[in-house]
């Protein structure tokens, strides 16, 4: 069993900065994919950014040079850097994780651990 818990949202001016931060509490196997996707009121699931346990990753096309993805694995722990921050950023963003590799369907992808999930809001 894997308990995710994120930490780190708020409210910021656009043009501003968040780190988002994501614990993973149990037992993590040596091959996992894990995720941040986000959900704003009225509109469905999206998937932010991935990161696989050999460090690859990738971005949802509206996020791409002001995300970035990290992990540190001594402290089980994901993060996601926002910088340069938009209104159309706004939303609940959760952390999500599974044990295979996220290759490029992860967007997709059932995950079977998520965390509760922080709120991002951002105003103009």
């Known amino acids: 069993q894997v308990q995710l818990v994120e930490s780190g949202g708020g409210s910021v001016q656009s043009g501003g900065s968040l780190r988002l931060s994501c614990v993973a509490y149990g037992y993590i196997y040596s091959s996992y994919c894990m995720g941040w996707f986000r959900q704003a009121p009225g509109k469905e699931r999206e998937g932010v950014a991935a990161i696989d346990s050999d460090g690859s990753t990738s971005y949802a096309d509206s996020v791409k040079g002001r995300f970035t993805i990290s992990q540190d694995n001594a402290k089980n722990t994901l993060y996601l850097q926002m910088n340069s921050l938009k209104p159309e950023d706004t939303a609940m963003y959760y952390c999500?994780?599974?044990?295979?590799?996220?290759?490029?369907?992860?967007?997709?992808?059932?995950?079977?651990?998520w965390g509760q999930g922080t709120q991002v809001t951002v105003s103009s």
């Open positions: 999500a994780a599974d044990f295979f590799f996220c290759s490029g369907s992860w967007r997709t992808a059932h995950f079977a651990y």
